[in-house]
């Protein structure tokens, strides 16, 4: 069994930076992907990144890209979303989520097996 907890969330001011931090137990399957999303009151969640464990290959949603960085620390098995020029926009609750299997399309929700309870990120214009 995969547990994820996720940390970092907090108010913050627009144009501020913040990194999320996602602690990964249980061994989670190496071949897979590690993918944060997000989730707004009255939207759906809807994907922001992910990383695979072989090769350090990233995809971004294009509302983030240039702005958030998803990276890892394999040591810790952390998982880390680094979010910079933040704006209002991206205000949410952000989950982490685990591949429990190599699949065909990352950016899906369907794709992860393991989900974190969420941090919360609240930006204030």
């Known amino acids: 069994q995969v547990r994820l907890v996720e940390s970092g969330g907090r108010l913050v001011q627009a144009g501020d930076s913040l990194r999320l931090s996602c602690a990964a137990s249980?061994?989670?399957?190496?071949?897979?992907?590690m993918g944060w999303f997000r989730q707004a009151p009255g939207n759906e969640r809807e994907f922001v990144a992910f990383i695979k464990w072989l090769g350090r290959t990233t995809d971004y949603a294009d509302s983030v890209k240039g702005r958030f960085t998803i990276s890892r620390d394999d040591a810790k098995d952390t998982v880390y979303l680094q979010m910079n020029s933040l704006n209002a926009e991206d205000t949410a609750v952000y989950y982490c989520a685990a591949e429990g299997k190599v699949t065909t399309d990352s950016r899906l929700s369907s794709a992860y097996e393991y989900w974190g309870q969420g941090t919360q990120v609240t930006v204030s214009s």
């Open positions: 249980g061994r989670p399957y190496r071949s897979a992907a």
